[in-house]
Structure formats: structure tokens, C-alpha cells
């Protein structure tokens, strides 16, 4: 049986446990989740009630982002159990003994709701928050998968994602050396320019750069001095093959931790 593509990010995880035992329960944190993710990925069967495509390209041309909360067709006792799930797996990664909140599926749903329309960064401010964003991932993938091969999205070129309207978490430069974003929610993939700040739209080289890192050079880390944000990247051409575009922005950690102590968020 063909692999997915979480079984071959979890995969990559086993590696690096090996390879950082001292990071072995990061790692698995991270593989939990994507398991989670999978097992509720392999029961949404609903196909997405498309809009006309004209309609669809106006919304694009509009730079309004295609999926709306309703398009998900959420089923509401498998979502409870997938939050409450990655809750439990958040507070024990964390060693808290707190007692989780018992919300019923209306109420999730509702909360859910608001995240999405209100709160498109990666930034999260609570684990309830964060564990209802890492499950909606599976209902924003399918939704992706069915809804942007119908659309031509080369001459978006705005930070936000033109699927589901979140936040880069991680890019890559391609073989011609365009930049590609990477979705933190939906994980849908768009062409960016090669300079300025998906955050703040700021294109002032003054305030802009990157640095490479990495054993050859083949990452990026972009800083913005202007919102103070930062955008992790790796360069295919430099790296010679096409990275796990899921398991990168965990293995590259040490990128972040430079990041944060320089002052970027």
C-alpha cells in the first residue's frame, strides 16, 4: 500500500529520534499528532459542493481566499474526540496536570468557527486554540485537495494562503528559484516573491534579509525587521532533492531557537 504523505513524515521522525535522542520525546509529539490527523483524514469521504469556477476566480482575483467554515462539512462527535484527543497529547508533552475542559460538539464547533474566520496566524494563544487548529488540518486538506486544481493561482503573490486564507509557516525555493509557501493550516503550496515579508507585506531591503544555515548552506531564515516575524525555507536547488515538506519545519528547530533569540516571533 502507497504510503502518505504523514506516514512518511512520522517515518522521518523515527529517523531523527535516532539520530537526537535527546529531542526523542519533541519528535514524538509531533508524530502523535500527524497519527491523530491521519486516522480522521481516512474517515472524511464528503465531496465539496463547488461554486462555479467563475465565481471561484473572482474570489481570486478579489484576493479573497476560496473556503469558507461550512465547506468543511465538519462531522461534530469525530471532531470532539480528535480535540479532546490532541488536548490530552498537549498537556502531556507539557507535563501539566490540569483537567480538561469538557465542551460539548455544538459548542466545539462554534469555537472552531471563530478561530477560523477570526484567527488566520500561526501565533495561538491557548492549547484549546491549538488543539482545535491541528484538528481542523485533515477537514482543510481535503477541502484544498478538491477545491485549488481548479484554479490558477501564479499571480496571487500575497502572503495569506488563497485556499483557506492562513499564514506561511515554511517555503521553499524550487528549481527555478521561486519562492513557495507552505500553508500552516490547509498546507496548499503558492508561488511568493522572492523578496519582502508574507507577514506585513513590507518590501524594504533595508529591513529584510536572510540568513543561510544549515550543514550546506541549503536553508533559509528570513527576518523582518519592520513586524519582527521570521520564515524558515530551504533551498531545493542547494539541498539536491525535494525535502518532507511536513517533517522540515519540525526538524529545523534549531532554526527557530535562533529566531527566538534574536527577537523574531
Request: glycine fraction near 4%.
Amino acid at each position: 500500500m502507497q504510503q502518505t504523505f504523514r506516514q512518511k513524515a512520522i517515518l522521518q521522525l523515527e529517523e531523527a529520534k535516532k539520530k537526537e535522542p535527546a529531542l526523542s520525546s519533541y519528535y514524538q509529539l509531533y508524530q502523535d499528532l500527524l497519527q491523530i490527523q491521519e486516522e480522521v483524514a481516512g474517515d472524511i469521504t464528503t465531496s465539496l459542493d463547488l461554486v462555479d469556477v467563475n465565481a471561484m476566480n473572482d474570489r481570486l482575483h478579489s484576493g479573497k481566499p476560496q473556503l469558507s467554515f461550512e465547506h468543511l462539512s465538519i462531522d461534530p462527535i469525530l471532531f470532539a474526540n480528535q480535540v479532546h484527543r490532541i488536548m490530552t497529547l498537549l498537556l502531556a508533552y507539557q507535563g501539566d496536570e490540569v483537567e480538561i475542559p469538557v465542551l460539548k460538539e455544538d459548542e466545539l464547533l462554534e469555537k472552531a468557527h471563530q478561530y477560523f474566520q477570526e484567527n488566520q496566524s500561526m501565533e495561538k494563544d491557548d492549547l484549546l486554540e491549538l488543539a482545535i487548529d491541528q484538528a481542523l488540518m485533515p477537514y482543510l486538506e481535503h477541502a484544498a485537495v478538491q477545491v485549488m486544481p481548479h484554479l490558477d493561482t501564479k499571480k496571487w503573490l500575497r502572503g495569506n494562503c488563497p485556499c483557506c486564507g492562513a499564514e506561511s509557516n515554511f517555503a521553499y525555493l524550487d528549481a527555478e528559484g521561486t519562492r513557495i509557501l507552505v500553508c500552516s493550516r490547509c498546507r496548499y503550496q503558492w508561488r511568493y516573491r522572492r523578496t519582502g515579508c508574507p507577514y506585513c507585506n513590507n518590501i524594504d531591503p533595508k529591513t529584510i534579509r536572510f540568513y543561510p544555515a544549515g550543514e550546506k548552506k541549503s536553508h533559509r531564515l528570513y527576518v523582518c525587521d519592520h513586524c519582527k516575524r521570521y520564515l524558515k525555507a530551504v533551498d531545493q536547488r542547494v539541498a539536491g532533492t525535494v525535502v518532507d515538506l511536513i517533517a522540515e519545519p519540525i526538524l529545523t528547530w534549531s532554526l527557530d531557537k535562533a529566531a527566538s533569540e534574536k527577537g523574531y516571533r
